[in-house]
């Protein structure tokens, strides 16, 4: 008969923390954090006397001076009495306009460009593999100034368009002025507008929203909801009778009657560029620099997207297309139905990490002279001020909140799609 | 008579295909004219691919290369062929491509970074083709890094020299303490007794040594570094430095220790979270604010931490999806058979996880070697940046095309080497899982 007995006390002993299991790894992680720390206060300190040594404290009292240079492309007013922090905000905003836009335009040619990749035609696969692998082995930098060169040098000045013969002429029935100083397209008017609400006063970071979006907004948002019912009220009575009952036209309506009622009445029209002088007046100007760091980085992600996009359909077994065309689902159902929502899962996370990568890349836009939040508070604020640790800290930390929010987004939306595995 | 049906009892000779279905006419009608809608696309590309090849091609190869300067070669381009448009100006490239590539490095020199470039090419070869290169050649690539900072920097031999005794003390104190002191001891003296050679007696020792037997070559100032030379050492040394980091920083944050797994996702996330070009931001102008005061050190130098910093926070993710894709039965086997952790991580784990991230791992290189450019903005006169300094002389005022085409050129060569090393060694390593 055995008989239970108390293990033997063990009396702590201080090389346990070394050899005994169940301490080491709390010994490695005390040692680690107070590396960390001293690591970490090392540098501080060298900074704080290194900043002593060059009388240059760190304060942020700067961003109230005024900024004194100015941005030529941007969305909100801003003059170059304006302050530094108003510039950076300026300067941010360029960088999200640059970053959506590219993101829009690099995801619709990634995505048709990876769909062509796997087309049966052999020339057209062909001509799409030549395109991902010049792009994908260039440096972005050098699209982006090769970009800017093609924009500057072969467009036409704006005295092209001049005289009795001009060289050049407006394209899309004389609205677009495509000209070496950028593009000029028609922007809207209102001739009855509703006026601006103003938020945040006087600050640094004052915009005004236009009352006539904000009501063609709400217009569009309740044409798609009262579309979406009338959809719904289609499907019900089609699942009752088996009859569908015929909505396009209300469909049509619904969207466009709304609007155009909407338009004549804040009365709509379109301010076209004309040239006055020697450049163009009217309509909206975007710059050679904003068009160049656009066209570069979407195309320059296109590639990789169309990379992702290509794999993601080629990770869906053939079996599922089969089953599909067994089904007698025609080629582009297949593909828009089975395919693509299966490939979704697989393209989302590496989209993403795509995403993120164009935003940082819009950094340099620094190189073709776009003001973005590189520009402008990595740029010449920094330049002006001398305050290399906070612009370049606070750049980094603009940088940092931009991803983490794109990514977190991002997430959300991986998370909604995913399979569910039951 | 039953009306018998007819039964073929013997089989009809194979008859040819019909002629539309093989060779070229049947390859015409699959690949290209399958449908109609196949047919219009077919014709559209032949008339695109056909116009801009006959541009490009034209404008490369009916070109001047023999100018002093663009109006010289426009006006030959006028002289021969009545136009100045579609057709290339290399004569830059000809009388410039020495400066494009090796920047404003001394040219008596030249010899030095082509070496350092053949040298890596032997050192990597027991690498890259493991079954075919003697392993003896493992000792060049251990000695590689101090030659190839040798020859680039030039100067003493004996700096690089007690820079690599570093890693022989080390190695040293381990072999004598290990019977002696017992494992924990000789590891800690294996890592504190370099760490204290370099930073207090490595310095001292080469200048005295230096002052008996000088052995040297030339010296050669970081300023003048440049052109694509400086991509390509920028490139090696980011790679070279930010797999093995990127390992540690991988494991680290698999790790069950939270400290030093918090230490790692935060350090990745910042890292991922900026842009280089930031970094970049922090080399040149904070990283001297950070250290002690006096200390002035190199701007390539800190190029190079922070572009390893840089990449090495990408190669940890790779390898971090490497070691999250192998099966778990896998960490299983490792512990039943009485493996410790750097055993299991160093004979089961690592070899699945970084065989598994080949193209992660490739790619991210392909990545970085190309973020080299970035350099440019900062004020290093990598290739772009140089090729502003062309365009600035008033001789080359106003030519982009030709130095952008040679760029590309070479930038395209290394990053499709590499992407297609990636698939071949892919495919030498697959087991046949698939």
Redesign the interface.
């Known amino acids: 008969m055995t008989t239970l007995t108390d293990p033997p006390k063990e009396h702590f002993r201080l090389s346990m923390l070394?050899?005994d299991t169940r301490y080491r790894?709390a010994t490695?992680?005390?040692v680690?954090?107070m590396g960390?720390m001293l690591l970490a206060a090392w540098?501080l300190s060298?900074?704080i006397?290194?900043?002593e040594?060059l009388g240059k404290p760190v304060e942020f009292g700067f961003f109230s001076e005024p900024a004194s240079y100015d941005i030529n492309q941007r969305l909100l007013e801003y003059d170059s009495r304006d302050s530094h922090l108003r510039a950076a905000f300026i300067g941010l905003l360029n960088t999200l306009v640059v970053a959506v836009l590219g993101c829009i335009t690099a995801t619709i040619v990634g995505v048709l460009v990876g769909v062509l990749r796997l087309?049966?035609?052999?020339?057209?696969a062909k001509?799409m593999t030549v395109y991902v692998?010049?792009f994908?082995?260039?440096?972005?930098?050098?699209w982006i100034?090769?970009a800017m060169?093609i924009l500057i040098?072969s467009l036409p000045a704006p005295r092209a368009f001049r005289g009795e013969n001009p060289t050049a002429t407006m394209d899309l029935f004389n609205t677009v002025a495509v000209t070496n100083r950028g593009v000029y397209i028609p922007e809207a008017l209102f001739s009855r507008s509703l006026g601006d609400i103003h938020f945040f006063g006087e600050s640094a970071m004052r915009f005004d929203v236009s009352l006539d979006l904000i009501a063609i907004i709400i217009v569009l948002a309740g044409s798609i909801f009262a579309m979406r019912k009338v959809t719904a009220w289609a499907n019900k009575t089609q699942e009752q009778t088996g009859d569908r009952p015929k909505i396009w036209h209300i469909l049509l309506g619904l969207i466009f009657v709304p609007m155009l009622i909407l338009l004549v009445a804040l009365g709509f029209h379109l301010g076209y560029p004309e040239l006055k002088g020697f450049n163009f007046t009217g309509g909206t100007h975007l710059r050679n620099s904003l068009i160049a760091l656009w066209l570069a980085l979407s195309l320059y992600t296109a590639a990789f997207i169309a990379e992702i996009v290509r794999g993601g359909i080629l990770a869906i077994s053939h079996g599922q297309t089969e089953a599909a065309a067994a089904l007698g689902l025609r080629q582009g159902r297949i593909m828009r139905l089975v395919i693509l929502p299966q490939a979704l899962r697989v393209i989302i996370p590496p989209m993403i990490s795509n995403y993120?990568n164009l935003t940082?890349?819009s950094?340099?836009a620094?190189?073709v002279g776009y003001m973005d939040i590189?520009g402008t508070l990595?740029g010449i604020t920094m330049n002006q001020t001398g305050r290399?640790?906070e612009c370049?800290l606070l750049?980094?930390l603009v940088?940092?909140a931009i991803?983490?929010s794109i990514s977190a987004v991002m997430n959300w939306y991986n998370e909604r799609v995913k399979l569910v595995e039951r | 008579m039953s009306n018998q049906s007819f039964v073929r009892t013997e089989m009809l000779p194979e008859q040819a295909p019909p002629g539309s279905t093989v060779g070229v006419l049947g390859w015409l009608r699959e690949?290209?004219f399958?449908t109609w809608i196949?047919s219009i696309?077919?014709v559209v590309?032949?008339v695109?691919?056909y116009y801009v090849l006959s541009n490009i091609l034209s404008w490369t190869f009916l070109s001047v290369w023999n100018a002093n300067s663009l109006t010289e070669c426009r006006e030959i381009m006028m002289a021969t062929w009545g136009t100045t448009h579609g057709h290339a100006c290399w004569a830059v490239i000809n009388e410039r491509w020495q400066q494009m590539l090796f920047g404003f490095y001394p040219p008596e020199l030249y010899w030095r970074p082509i070496l350092a470039l053949v040298l890596l090419l032997v050192a990597l070869s027991p690498i890259l083709y493991a079954e075919k290169v003697s392993s003896k050649l493992l000792y060049l690539t251990a000695a590689y890094p101090f030659l190839l900072v040798w020859l680039m920097w030039g100067g003493s031999i004996w700096g690089p020299l007690m820079a690599a005794a570093g890693f022989g003390i080390g190695y040293l104190a381990y072999r004598f303490l290990l019977p002696i002191a017992g494992g924990?001891t000789a590891l800690i003296a294996a890592f504190l007794l370099p760490v204290l050679w370099w930073l207090f007696l490595a310095g001292p020792v080469a200048g005295a040594i230096n002052s008996i037997i000088p052995i040297g070559i030339a010296s050669v100032e970081s300023r003048e570094f440049g052109g694509y030379m400086l991509a390509l050492l920028l490139g090696v040394v980011a790679i070279g430095c930010s797999l093995p980091l990127g390992i540690v920083l991988a494991l680290g944050r698999q790790s069950?220790?939270?400290?030093?797994k918090y230490?790692c996702v935060g350090f990745i996330?910042?890292i991922?979270?900026?842009?280089?070009?930031?970094l970049l931001?922090?080399a040149s102008?904070?990283l001297?604010?950070?250290?002690?005061?006096g200390t002035n050190f190199d701007i390539i130098l800190r190029v190079m931490i922070m572009m390893t910093l840089f990449s090495a926070a990408y190669m940890a993710e790779v390898i971090r999806g490497g070691l999250a894709a192998l099966p778990r039965g896998q960490y299983e086997g490792a512990d039943s058979l009485g493996l410790n952790y750097w055993q299991a991580q160093r004979l089961i784990i690592m070899p699945q996880a970084l065989k598994i991230s080949i193209p992660g791992i490739v790619s991210t290189f392909?990545g970085i070697f190309?973020?080299t450019?970035?350099v440019?903005?900062i004020g290093l006169f990598d290739v772009?940046g140089l090729s502003s300094a062309i365009r600035a002389d008033t001789a080359w005022n106003?030519i982009?095309?030709e130095l952008?085409a040679f760029?590309?050129f070479l930038?395209?060569v290394v990053?499709?080497g590499m992407?297609r090393y990636s698939m071949y060694l892919e495919r030498k390593l697959q087991t046949g899982h698939r």
């Open positions: 070394l050899y790894s490695i992680q005390v680690a954090l960390f540098l060298n900074t006397q290194n900043l040594a087309s049966s035609n052999w020339l057209v001509i692998e010049m994908r082995n260039v440096p972005v930098l050098l100034v090769f060169a040098e993120l940082k890349n950094s340099l620094i190189a590189t990595g290399e640790l370049v750049l980094m940088y940092l991803s983490l | 690949n290209l399958s196949n696309l077919t590309c032949v695109f691919v924990l069950d220790l939270l400290i030093v230490l996330e910042f991922r979270g900026v842009p280089l070009i930031t931001f922090v102008l904070l001297n604010l950070f250290l002690p005061p392909i190309k973020d450019t970035l440019s903005i772009i106003g982009y095309w952008f760029i590309g930038f395209f990053c499709f992407s």
